[in-house]
């Protein structure tokens, strides 16, 4: 049997709740990062892993600092190290927006790293690893560049580009697959969207057909004996019933609070010679985040109310928000040192936010916070206004606001 490693969505750089550790200079965030992805690779290294395929978004961005480039490098340089094979699938976050610039990816390739492949456009690799050869298709992330760089396609609708992208990324992966030897062992590992994934909550943009969707289906139908996937958050195989398995590995840790019910982790799996497979997810033990929801009701105690309800929770070393509602008077006489003082085994509280019961105002209150994506927000603040005839019209304007804000850290296109 031949083992693997299938790991993705490592985003090294989110650093959204935290603080700077005054010892190491780093984020906290980024710390939980990297003992995440470290942890991955103690596990595939005592595993005796044979080949690894990282399926994309290294880095939060394309622009990573000289941190977080040292971070990741030293992790697959450890899997270089011990002669395994690795495959490094260019992700949506390591492209760059502007055509001909270098991923985030490519340095591997540039300094000649021994053992590793770096895949940034599609292609078939046969990869030798110490237990026989593996046929590996190699599929990065669809990039709209190449059609909106033509004029015929500079105004076009986004879902007629997309439509144009899957259709040749179909045909594409059809020519891959008709070069496969039938002798080895075949696996597909790619950046992608999938028609059936459930997606994690932080990744609402890709409800709103932001992203070429590919048909589960037309992975089910290949010859392929294995399907690696990275780009959704949520571990999920679409091909439960059957073969060959489609799975989402998903990301190495929690992105914000839209994530904190969901295991995060990796994968490690066996093929023979026939290409049967076998996997497993691997959880990691990554920070809980927690939302405590407290309704006080009439209470007279409202302290000792809502420490009670955060009593109900075990907050070591978690990241926490509280959302809770009570009356303007009641509000009055809640003693935060005291809420303060039950909260101190949380590692951080990120947040500590009052709702108004809806009888106390004539304007409904919703549960509006900052840390919704814009499109979940919106869904709320039309919900609250109750402005169904605009729905439409507002929904379409915030397509275009979230593409632009998906794409808020990345480079404006121009050398500096």
């Known amino acids: 049997m031949i083992k693997f490693l299938h790991l993705a969505d490592i985003h090294l750089g989110v650093e959204n709740y935290g603080r ?3 010892h190491t200079g780093l984020h906290s965030r980024l710390t939980d990062f990297i003992r995440s992805l470290t942890t991955a690779i103690d596990i595939a290294l ?6 690894a395929l990282f399926c994309g978004d290294a880095y939060k961005n394309n622009s990573p600092s000289p941190t977080h480039q040292r971070e990741f490098a030293s992790q697959i340089y450890r899997l ?5 094979p690795t495959i490094l699938i260019n992700g949506n976050h390591d492209n760059p927006l502007t055509y001909g610039r270098a991923s985030a990816l490519d340095i591997f390739q540039t300094l000649g790293v021994p053992n590793i492949w770096v895949v940034t456009e599609p292609q078939l690799i046969s990869l030798p690893t110490r237990k026989g050869l593996i046929q590996v298709i190699g599929i990065p992330w669809p990039t709209r560049n190449q059609y909106l760089q033509k004029e015929e396609y500079r105004d076009s609708d986004i879902n007629l580009i997309n439509r144009k992208i899957q259709k040749r990324l179909q045909k594409t992966i059809i020519n891959l697959i008709n070069q496969l030897d039938k002798r080895y062992p075949k696996i597909l590992a790619a950046h992608l969207t999938v028609t059936e994934a459930v997606f994690s909550g932080s990744e609402n943009y890709a409800t709103m057909g932001y992203d070429p969707v590919i ?6 139908d290949t010859p392929c004996d294995y399907i690696a996937l ?8 679409l091909n439960d019933a059957g073969n060959p398995p489609i799975v989402y590995c998903g990301s190495i840790d929690r992105i914000n609070f839209g994530e ?5 982790g990796f994968c490690i799996g066996s093929i023979d010679e ?5 996997y497993e997810f691997i959880p990691l033990p990554v920070r809980k985040m927690i939302t405590i929801e407290a309704k006080i009701g009439d209470s007279l105690n409202p302290t000792e109310d809502l420490i009670a309800e955060i009593e109900e929770y075990d907050l070591k070393d978690a990241l926490v928000r509280i959302n809770y509602e009570v009356s303007d008077e009641q509000n009055k006489n809640i003693d935060f040192k005291k809420i303060d003082e039950a909260l101190q085994e949380a590692f951080l509280v990120t947040s500590i936010t009052r709702n108004l019961p809806a009888k106390s105002s004539t304007i409904r209150r919703s549960s509006l916070s900052e840390d919704m994506d814009i499109y979940s927000a919106l869904q709320e603040y039309l919900k609250l206004q109750n402005w169904k005839t605009w729905e439409k019209d507002l929904k379409k304007i915030t397509q ?7 794409h808020r850290n990345e480079p404006s296109g121009k050398e500096e």
């Open 80 to 84: 270089s190290k011990e002669n395994i």
């Open 274 to 278: 026939q290409g049967r497979v076998n």
């Open 215 to 220: 048909a589960t289906q037309f992975f089910r």
């Open 400 to 406: 275009q606001l979230q593409q632009e804000l998906y």
């Open 230 to 237: 990275g780009h959704i958050h949520r571990y999920q195989n």
């Open 260 to 264: 904190e019910k969901e295991d995060k």
């Open 20 to 22: 700077i550790d005054t």
């Open 46 to 51: 005592e595993e005796k892993v044979d080949f």
